[in-house]
Antibody
Framework: EVQLVESGGGLVQPGGSLRLTCAASGFTFSNYWMTWVRQAPGKGLEWVANIKGDGSEKYYVDSVKGRFTISRDNAKKSLSLQMNVLRAEDTAVYYCARGVIGDSWGPGAQVIVSS | QSVLTQPPSASGTPGQRVTISCSGS????????INWYQQFPGTAPQLLIHSDNQRLSGVPDRFSGSKSGTSASLAISGLQSEDEADYYC???????????FGTGSKVTVL
């Protein structure tokens, strides 16, 4: 059974940093693209970034380029999102998902950027 | 704002057919396949349909997807109360080099 579990969310001040992690199990992690998607309170889904199975390709939504970094550790079956220079508009539930299109999703991690 | 436009809401009585549209452009729907997601309040989205019209295993056949040109549609036939949820379309955009979600549609069962 595919399982994805996010961790590392919390409350952070504007300008601060946070690192989200997604622990994967139940599938051959290195064979899959992995994706981060976020959802601001009361809003729709927004794709954030994705990374190829071997880590050789990464793509980001324009609003996070230069601030967020997606990475993975295939040995640990772990996906990460390093978020720097956080803004109030980054407040959202962050989901990790398997594949480019997200055929399985984690329950999400809440990130609140507020002073 | 999103490059994929959906109606904010759709509704129907039990047993009726409801259709949700997703309008895009030549750089997204026009060149890549469309996917549909279902999301219940307070829970993670779930992929319903991929590759325009392929249901994920376990998805009831009352859900169907179609695409024509730069638009796509999700149809729910024989609407049931448990179908009340938010629905999103999504695909890759070759101009943005990004995956894009639609604006989302809330389906209400009257």
């Amino acid at each position: 059974e595919v399982q994805l579990v996010e961790s590392g969310g919390g409350l952070v001040q504007p300008g601060g940093s946070l690192r989200l992690t997604c622990a994967a199990s139940g599938f051959t992690f290195s064979n899959y693209w992995m994706t981060w998607v976020r959802q601001a309170p009361g809003k729709g889904l927004e794709w954030v970034a994705n990374i190829k199975g071997d880590g050789s390709e990464k793509y980001y939504v324009d609003s996070v380029k230069g601030r967020f970094t997606i990475s993975r550790d295939n040995a640990k079956k772990s996906l990460s999102l390093q978020m720097n220079v956080l803004r109030a508009e980054d407040t959202a539930v962050y989901y990790c998902a398997r594949g480019v299109i997200g055929d399985s999703w984690g329950p999400g991690a809440q990130v609140i950027v507020s002073s | 704002q999103s490059v994929l436009t959906q109606p904010p809401s759709a509704s129907g009585t039990p047993g009726q057919r409801v259709t949700i549209s997703c309008s895009g452009s030549s750089s997204n729907i026009g060149t890549d396949t469309i996917n549909w997601y279902q999301q219940f309040p307070g829970t993670a989205p779930q992929l319903l349909i991929h590759s325009d019209n392929q249901r994920l295993s376990g998805v009831p056949d009352r859900f169907s997807g179609s695409k024509s040109g730069t638009s796509a549609s999700l149809a729910i036939s024989g609407l049931q109360s448990e179908d009340e949820a938010d629905y999103y379309c999504a695909t890759w955009d070759n101009s943005l080099n990004a995956f894009v979600f639609g604006t989302g549609s809330k389906v209400t069962v009257l």
